[in-house]
């Protein structure tokens, strides 16, 4: 089950034309972020938002735990890999940006997410659960975001944020992602 099925779940509970949804993977979240993605909701009331920022190192560019996004010009989401996207022929990092998972869904976007009971076939391959919308058909509006969140995507990254909060005396600043 993924995060956006548990928001399908807790939307037959709560009724609301729009769910936003801060995955639990990503518990230091700049709460700016959150405000610019409800400014957008406004904005684009009946479209499924999605966060990114741009990747400013080759080693987050490399790793395979965070996806990476790709996108038209019009600011609407082409694909998201875990895969080094996008790419050259000299497999060069130039520029590209990952996800931040935060998420806006339109109720009736969300409970079609819900009711393809089983993960699409790139959902599967990549383990991504917004490519399910993609897959269906849906636009997905990605929102630029400020990029000081931090994921807990691996063990290693337990332990950078459990620093970080010793060294931060218990305050919630994220450690770098170098």
């Known amino acids: 089950m993924t995060g956006s099925d548990r ?7 709560i009724e609301a034309d729009i769910y936003i949804n801060v995955q639990g993977d990503e518990p230091i979240f700049n709460p ?4 610019n993605i409800i400014e957008n909701v406004i904005k684009y ?10 990747i400013d190192n080759e080693r987050l560019f490399r790793s ?3 996806p990476k996004v790709t ?3 019009d600011g609407r989401l082409l694909y998201m890999s875990r895969s080094a996207i996008p790419n ?6 130039v520029k590209s940006w990952r996800q931040i998972c935060i998420y806006a869904f339109p109720v009736d976007s969300l409970k079609m997410f819900a009711n393809q009971k089983n993960k699409t076939p790139l959902e599967k391959i990549e383990d991504i659960e917004i490519l399910r919308f ?3 058909g849906y636009d997905v509006r990605m929102i630029k975001l ?3 969140s931090f994921a807990i995507d691996t063990k290693e990254d337990l332990k950078k944020i459990r620093k970080s909060f010793k060294q931060n005396n218990q305050t919630l600043t994220p450690p770098t992602h170098q």
């Open 88 to 93: 050259n022929k000299q497999n060069a990092f």
């Open 45 to 54: 009331p009946n479209e499924i938002l999605n966060g990114f920022c741009e």
């Open 134 to 136: 993609l897959e269906m």
């Open 146 to 148: 400020s990029g000081t």
């Open 7 to 13: 928001v399908y779940q807790a939307s037959l509970k």
């Open 32 to 35: 700016s972020d959150i405000e």
């Open 71 to 73: 996108m038209r010009k």
């Open 64 to 66: 395979q735990n965070i």
